[in-house]
């Protein structure tokens, strides 16, 4: 499988994007480096994180960057193929440290546009939920909302994820 220069891959909480991105990466026969956003921060996260590491082999290199997501992508090699899982968690990470999320993103889109090769971003939809109650419920979900929609723009391929069943956006599965 040839991987696009860059693909978006859309879903709900445990949807199986994350299973599908890597399944992506895992066809193109590339080296994998999975740039993990999550931090640990209780026992359920900490299972989650577990629970992906064991799924993948030995051709994946893991890269933390629960805030530095420019600089992981910037500093991943050329031939390698870049899965970042999650922007969702990222982005709330940048929100919960009062950081120009906005900067952020600017400079992820410019460290993507400078890579040769390829990237795959995991991102949840939140446009599918209720409004949430709080002040900071309403601006995570503006703010993930236009994120989404930046990544959407700037992305190849865009899939949505859904029960485990892939469903194209924009572009087309090569």
């Given at each position: 499988?040839?991987?696009?220069?860059?693909?978006?891959v859309?879903?709900?909480?445990?949807s199986?994007?994350?299973v599908?991105?890597?399944?992506?990466v895992?066809?193109s026969?590339?080296q994998?480096?999975?740039?993990?956003?999550?931090?640990f921060?209780d026992?359920?996260?900490d299972?989650r994180?577990s629970?992906?590491?064991?799924?993948?082999?030995?051709?994946?290199r893991?890269?933390?960057?629960?805030?530095?997501?420019?600089?992981?992508?910037?500093?991943?090699p050329?031939?390698?193929?870049?899965?970042?899982?999650?922007a969702?968690?990222?982005?709330?990470?940048?929100?919960?440290?009062?950081?120009?999320?906005e900067?952020?993103?600017?400079?992820?889109?410019?460290?993507?546009?400078?890579?040769?090769?390829?990237?795959?971003i995991?991102?949840n939809?939140?446009?599918g939920?209720?409004?949430?109650?709080?002040?900071?419920g309403r601006?995570?979900?503006?703010?993930?909302?236009g994120?989404?929609?930046?990544l959407?723009?700037r992305?190849?391929l865009v899939?949505?994820?859904?029960?485990?069943?892939?469903?194209?956006?924009k572009?087309?599965?090569?």
């Amino acid at each position: 499988m040839t991987l696009q220069k860059f693909t978006l891959v859309l879903g709900g909480a445990a949807s199986g994007k994350s299973v599908f991105a890597e399944r992506l990466v895992e066809a193109s026969e590339k080296q994998g480096v999975y740039v993990a956003t999550a931090q640990f921060i209780d026992a359920e996260l900490d299972a989650r994180i577990s629970d992906h590491k064991m799924r993948r082999n030995q051709r994946w290199r893991t890269v933390e960057a629960p805030v530095a997501l420019a600089e992981a992508i910037a500093g991943a090699p050329e031939e390698a193929a870049v899965l970042v899982d999650c922007a969702t968690l990222w982005l709330t990470n940048l929100i919960l440290a009062e950081a120009d999320h906005e900067a952020a993103g600017d400079a992820v889109l410019k460290a993507m546009d400078a890579r040769a090769g390829p990237v795959v971003i995991v991102s949840n939809d939140v446009s599918g939920g209720i409004v949430p109650e709080t002040a900071l419920g309403r601006r995570f979900q503006r703010a993930q909302g236009g994120l989404n929609q930046r990544l959407a723009a700037r992305a190849d391929l865009v899939v949505m994820v859904t029960a485990g069943l892939p469903q194209v956006l924009k572009g087309e599965l090569s």
